[in-house]
């Protein structure tokens, strides 16, 4: 039940695609090397304000965070851009699996993203998003990431 729940919030917090304000581009652009802003702007607007929603409750977890450590909060569905899906079928996605290439790209998200960071990102970056980190920044990313 709890899956359900959680389902449903990710996908009524992520129907939005409007742009993102100037000044949230702005911190993330701040934030972020030139090159990971730069996936990061390719991303759909739905997922560049998730990873800006995400990056605010992570700093309320850990307001001390270094910059790599934010970088992997706003970068950490940088691969979702991959698959190509627009909301409906992200949904379908979701509930039917791994079925088709499409949907198994958007599926492995975390390791396409993870893919496109290698050498551009720093190390402490891609540690915290492919897991090798277990630390306490590493599960607070998790948790604010679960919606």
Same mark, same amino acid.
């Not at 940088?78 to 379908?92: D, H």
């Not at 079925?99 to 190390?123: C, N, P, V, W």
């Given at each position: 039940m709890d899956s359900i729940v959680h389902l449903a919030k990710r996908a009524w917090s992520s129907r939005d695609n409007r742009p993102l304000s100037g000044h949230l581009v702005e911190r993330a652009e701040r934030l972020l090397t030139h090159d990971e802003f730069e996936l990061w702007w390719a991303m759909a607007p739905r997922d560049q304000a998730h990873s800006m929603e995400v990056l605010d409750r992570f700093l309320t977890i850990i307001p001390w965070a270094k910059?790599?450590? =934010?970088? +992997? @909060? /706003?970068?950490?569905?940088?691969?979702?851009?991959? %698959? *190509? /899906?627009?909301?409906? /079928?992200?949904?379908? @996605? &979701?509930?039917? !699996?791994? *079925? !088709?290439? *499409?949907? +198994? &790209?958007?599926? =492995?998200? $975390? $390791?396409? !993203?993870? #893919?496109? /960071? =290698?050498?551009? %990102?720093? =190390? *402490?970056?891609?540690?915290?998003? %492919?897991?090798? #980190?277990?630390?306490d920044i590493a599960a607070a990313l998790r948790a604010a990431d679960n919606i």
């Open positions: 910059r790599e450590e =934010q970088a +992997a @909060a /706003l970068l950490h569905d940088v691969g979702k851009n991959a %698959s *190509r /899906l627009n909301w409906p /079928l992200r949904v379908i @996605a &979701t509930l039917v !699996g791994p *079925r !088709g290439k *499409r949907f +198994a &790209t958007y599926h =492995q998200h $975390e $390791e396409i !993203g993870i #893919a496109m /960071l =290698q050498g551009i %990102s720093d =190390q *402490r970056t891609l540690d915290i998003l %492919s897991g090798d #980190a277990k630390d």
